[in-house]
């Protein structure tokens, strides 16, 4: 079964940092582009990073550049986003992406509240 979870949300100051992971199952990991979406209260969700299959290249939205980092680990079948210098803009719920054999496949997410 194929099947994505994250974990590490939570709440956390602004200027403060989080790492969340994803844990993939159920297909040939290293063979995907792996993604992290975020949907914040009421708005679309929204496309954060994304990262290549060997872990060589990744693209990140503009509003997170420079301050978060998507990595990956084949061997153990991971997918990390490290989040340094969180704002308030940055609350949603986190979610990891792939697109497996032609369909979509999304976790369940994980939620990330930036507050004072």
């Known amino acids: 079964q194929v099947q994505l979870v994250e974990s590490g949300g939570g709440l956390v100051q602004p200027g403060e940092s989080l790492r969340l992971s994803c844990a993939a199952s159920?297909?040939?990991?290293?063979?995907?582009?792996m993604n992290w979406y975020r949907q914040a209260p009421g708005k679309e969700r929204e496309l954060v990073a994304w990262?290549?299959?060997?872990?060589?290249?990744?693209t990140y939205a503009d509003s997170v550049k420079g301050r978060f980092t998507i990595s990956r680990d084949n061997a153990k079948r991971t997918v990390t986003l490290q989040m340094n210098s969180l704002k308030p803009d940055d609350t949603a719920v986190y979610y990891c992406?792939?697109?497996?054999?032609?369909?979509?496949?999304w976790g369940k997410g994980t939620l990330v509240t930036v507050s004072s």
């Open positions: 992406f792939a697109v497996v054999h032609g369909r979509d496949t």
């Open positions: 159920g297909f040939a990991f290293d063979s995907f582009v």
């Open positions: 990262i290549t299959r060997s872990g060589g290249a990744a």
